[in-house]
């Protein structure tokens, strides 16, 4: 056996219906604040990321699936989605096209992470960005949407946090009153904070290394050192998410860890999740369209973890049952059996059928472990007299009807199909058991 690589995960039968389910959920959200959906190819240059997500970042540092391709160039496995979305802003010139560029995107990242509950080196992320808007309204709209999604999937014991992590303008006199509070402290942070001290002193906040954290805790605050502008936006922000009835607490450690966070920076956790908790995080990125090439645009977003989403979500309901099992007696029973199949699928049914000529008790067996709601017998006498028995399951209740009103018995449909495919998954057809 070849085992799947560690940190990736199958999803399953009976695990992908919670994940069609979420994203279900997650299109009609979109859907619902103007959100419209790209795809974007899951390999991109290495210098987007080293660019986008930064240089003095864990993700570019340590955990990219990066490599020299075939032809020499260095490329690597996306590990998060904003710089592709910024690239395919830029490179399709997407303002030119929509309204207001706002759009989403599913799909997986990859990053050298270790792995463990909740976190894995192959995830999925829905990712949402808007472009363009400077306005705090967008701020407030985009936190209240993230929470609404959360909501939409059933998770009710979800918390958001929301941080400022001001502009270019005032963030370096921030940093520097990092290192002074620091001060002599900083010979007992752990090596990476050392080095993060020395080259980019707001990323201390991102360390997890229990002995660093009082350490990290008595730091002075973003929202201490903001400019007039990034203060008035802060508040605007706030104060709309008040007027928009969500419940937020603002953390001062929140600064996300990756460097083109301007102004407002925001998660959600879970609270059943564990370690693990952050169930999505985002925040404002007003420089990076322009830092990648593009013009000077405003962008604001946020990414989901899929996996921690679905882990989060209440029980669904389970898979469809089949509305049928064909049960087909006898070698003469086969053909008829599958254009009986064939018909009920194109009335939209679900139909299920068992192969190769076994006997009445195995395929009986299979109708029964598949769950189906009815199982319609073809046997002898039923094709000579050209019917069929229909045995309903919950009730036992067995009838023969004629093969020609089997369809409409199973769909409960007065009106009969008309014969063509395409029109037939035209019509709404009720069901309703028999
Ligand atoms: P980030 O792109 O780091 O801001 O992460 C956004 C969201 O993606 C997080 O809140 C998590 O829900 C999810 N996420 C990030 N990294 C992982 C991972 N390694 N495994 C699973 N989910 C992740």
């Known amino acids: 056996m070849i085992p799947a690589i560690r940190g990736t995960h199958d999803i399953l039968p009976g695990e992908i219906e919670r994940w069609q389910q979420a994203e279900q959920v997650v299109r009609d959200v979109c859907e619902r604040y103007g959100y419209r959906e790209i795809r974007t190819p899951v390999i991109e240059r290495e210098e987007l990321f080293a660019k986008g997500t930064g240089e003095t970042t864990d993700i570019v540092q340590k955990e990219m699936y990066a490599f020299e391709d075939k032809g020499g160039e260095r490329v690597t496995l996306r590990p998060e989605a904003t710089p592709s979305m910024v690239r395919a802003f830029v490179e399709h010139a997407l303002e030119q096209h ?17 792995p463990q509950k909740g976190r894995y080196r192959q995830f999925h992320q829905l990712d949402v960005e808007a472009f363009g808007v400077a306005d705090a309204a967008l701020d407030a709209e985009v936190v209240e949407m993230a929470a609404a999604l959360v909501a939409a999937l059933g998770i009710d014991d ?9 502009c270019a303008e005032c963030r370096p006199a921030f940093g520097r009153a990092l290192v002074t509070a620091l001060g002599d402290r900083e010979v007992d942070l752990c090596v990476d904070c050392r080095r993060r001290a020395a080259v980019n002193p707001l990323r201390i906040f991102d360390c997890k290394v229990p002995s660093c954290q009082p350490i990290v805790d008595a730091l002075p605050h973003a929202t201490d050192y903001l400019c007039d502008a990034c203060r008035s936006h802060f508040e605007a922000t706030t104060g709309l998410l008040e007027a928009l009835e969500v419940a937020f607490r603002v953390s001062h450690r929140l600064v996300r860890g990756l460097d083109y966070y301007s102004r407002t920076t925001f998660e959600i956790l879970g609270g059943r999740l564990g370690a693990q908790n952050a169930l999505l995080g985002g925040g404002r990125y007003d420089g990076l369209v322009r830092q990648l090439g593009g013009p000077d645009r405003a962008g604001i977003g946020f990414a989901a973890g899929m996996e921690r ?15 049928a099992f064909i049960v087909a007696l006898g070698h003469a029973a086969r053909e008829p059996a599958h254009l009986l199949a064939r018909d009920l699928r194109r009335a939209e049914l679900a139909a299920l059928i068992d192969y190769g000529d076994r006997s009445m ?5 299979r109708a029964n ?18 019917s069929v028995t229909v045995k309903h399951m919950a009730s036992g209740a067995e009838t023969l009807v004629r093969r020609d009103d089997v369809v409409r018995r199973l769909t409960g449909d007065p009106v ?12 709404p057809v009720p069901k309703t058991a028999v």
């Open 309 to 323: 989403l679905v882990l989060a979500m209440p029980d669904g309901p389970g898979p469809r049952a089949p509305d």
């Open 369 to 386: 472990r598949t769950g189906a709601r009815h199982v319609l017998i073809l046997g002898e006498d039923e094709l000579a007299h050209g």
């Open 361 to 365: 008790k195995a395929q009986m067996r």
């Open 98 to 114: 929509l309204p207001t560029v706002k759009i989403f995107s599913l799909g997986p990242m990859f990053r050298y992470e270790r």
């Open 416 to 427: 009969p199909i008309p014969p063509e495919p395409a029109a037939a998954s035209r019509l």
């Open 158 to 166: 979800a918390e958001v946090v929301v941080n400022s992590v001001g």
